[in-house]
């Protein structure tokens, strides 16, 4: 056996017992990922040709498609961490946004987008040191009802920045909002409607509610929030997820 040969046989041998696969992954298939998932809207229904836009942290589009027939959607993009998805279907006049915060880019993800009339922005949540055991959720509703009558109120889209309070918020009760932390509905133990600077003399109404902690056990890196809120009075519903790094115990 020549040199050449012989080491032809020890590749043999290291492929043969898995030291390195024979084929490895092609380089781009290993940067990049795939969003996925279904746009409908509250009854279940699939929504074709809503826009799917997936941000960065300056809220730039990275990715965009349109939901098929079936409502269904797909991104490939590079892993990464991104500042959000969103998924709308005549914005401003029939509904307002989904959005999905913070959302973890390092494999497959399915997000299922559902959309209303109401808008579950800015959502954030943290769990509060030394407190109840429990945790904070912050958002800032919107209501595309109250929107418009706002907007005629003030003469305008411009005329908005003359008015020293935006209110286009829904007025919410613990039984209007649904909170699932990793899929398990949590209680809803306080609402607190806050008012939210939106400018120097100007504000707007938001949400901090605290609820109860999940009682099956933590699994992933990410804890998922979904608040998902219904008004009473107009019978808008909206939707807002966010993904939030899980504490590592030690």
């Known amino acids: 056996m020549n040199k050449a040969s012989g080491i032809f046989l020890i590749l043999l041998l290291m492929i043969a017992t898995g030291f390195f696969p024979a084929f490895p992954q092609k380089l781009e298939e290993t940067r990049t990922v795939?969003?996925?998932?279904?746009?409908?809207?509250?009854?279940?229904?699939?929504i074709e040709g809503a826009t799917v836009e997936l941000k960065d942290s300056r809220f730039s589009d990275v990715a965009r498609t349109n939901s098929g027939p079936d409502g269904r959607y797909?991104?490939?993009?590079?892993?990464?961490?991104?500042?959000?998805?969103?998924?709308?279907?005549?914005?401003q006049v029939r509904s307002l946004e989904y959005w999905a915060w913070n959302v973890p880019a390092d494999r497959d993800i399915e997000i299922d987008p559902r959309f209303d009339r109401l808008e579950v922005y800015a959502l954030n949540a943290w769990r509060p040191q030394g407190a109840y055991a429990s945790y904070?959720?912050?958002?800032?509703?919107?209501?595309?009802?109250?929107?418009?009558?706002?907007?005629?109120?003030?003469?305008?889209?411009?005329?908005?920045?003359?008015?020293?309070?935006?209110?286009?918020?829904?007025?919410?009760?613990?039984?209007?909002?649904?909170?699932?932390?990793?899929?398990?509905?949590?209680?809803?133990?306080?609402?607190?409607?806050?008012?939210?600077?939106?400018?120097?003399?100007?504000?707007?109404?938001?949400?901090?509610?605290?609820?109860?902690?999940?009682?099956?056990?933590?699994?992933?890196d990410w804890i998922v929030f979904d608040v998902i809120l219904s008004d009473r009075d107009t019978g808008e519903k909206g939707e807002g997820r966010l993904y939030f790094p899980r504490p590592q115990s030690r």
Do not use: C
């Open 34 to 46: 795939k969003i996925f998932g279904r746009v409908t809207d509250f009854k279940g229904q699939a």
């Open 74 to 91: 797909s991104l490939v993009i590079p892993k990464g961490h991104y500042m959000a998805l969103t998924a709308v279907k005549g914005y």
């Open 136 to 220: 904070q959720i912050y958002f800032r509703p919107m209501s595309l009802v109250k929107t418009a009558a706002t907007v005629m109120k003030a003469g305008g889209m411009e005329g908005l920045n003359k008015l020293p309070l935006i209110d286009i918020s829904p007025d919410l009760e613990a039984g209007d909002i649904e909170v699932k932390v990793d899929g398990e509905r949590v209680d809803v133990l306080r609402v607190n409607k806050v008012r939210e600077a939106s400018g120097p003399a100007q504000d707007m109404f938001a949400y901090l509610i605290q609820v109860s902690l999940p009682k099956a056990a933590a699994v992933g």
